[in-house]
Each structure stands twice: as C-alpha cells, then as structure tokens.
Nanobody
C-alpha cells in the first residue's frame, strides 16, 4: 500500500505559477508510472501528465509547454510545475501512482487549484 500526500495548491491569478508536490509513504524508485490528474466542476477526471520509472514524460495537449512533471526518488516525491496558468486550469488536482504494470493505482487526496483574478 502507498499513501500519497499532496500540497502546493491554492489561489493564483491568471498567468501565475504553482508547484504541486506529492509525497509517497514509501520508495517510488521502482514505480511503473506516476502522474497527475485533475477534475473541474461538471467535468470528468482527466489526465494531466505522467512520468515513467525510466523518466520519460507525457503531457495532455492542453498543458504542453506550460506544465512540467518531475520526480525525486530520494524524497519519494512527484511534482507538477504549473506556469502560465489559465482560469480553465481551475480544478482539484490528484496525484496517482501505479507501482507495477497491472497493480492497483493509488490516489492522493487532491489539492485545489484556483486560477482567478
């Protein structure tokens, strides 16, 4: 089992930046996939970005060039850097990890990101 603790959400003006953190309760060095999802009011949860154990990354089209996913094995953490934020980025952001190829996915509790003037 893996517990995930998220932080870094908050209120930011359009064009601003935030950095989300997700810290796991155990080593993530061998985790198959780690990623971030978001869910806005009235919408289904959608994938934002993910990173593999080998360090390769993938981003949803709507965040390419603005968001950066990264990880730090020493800190058991996954991060999401968010730049040039737009009001439509407003959502609850969730981190998720898949320790093995076909194993269970673990979810964080979610952290609110609000982009507004």
């Amino acid at each position: 089992q893996v517990q995930l603790v998220e932080s870094g959400g908050g209120l930011v003006q359009p064009g601003g930046s935030l950095r989300l953190s997700c810290t796991a309760s155990r080593s993530i060095s061998n985790f198959y996939l780690m990623g971030w999802y978001r869910q806005a009011p009235g919408k289904q949860r959608e994938l934002v970005a993910f990173i593999s154990s080998g360090g390769s990354t993938n981003y949803a089209d709507f965040v390419k060039g603005r968001f950066t996913i990264s990880s730090d094995n020493a800190e058991n953490a996954v991060y999401l850097g968010m730049n040039s934020l737009k009001p439509e980025d407003t959502a609850v952001y969730y981190c998720a990890v898949r320790p093995t190829l076909r194993g269970v996915v673990y979810w964080g509790q979610g952290t609110q990101v609000t982009v507004s003037s």
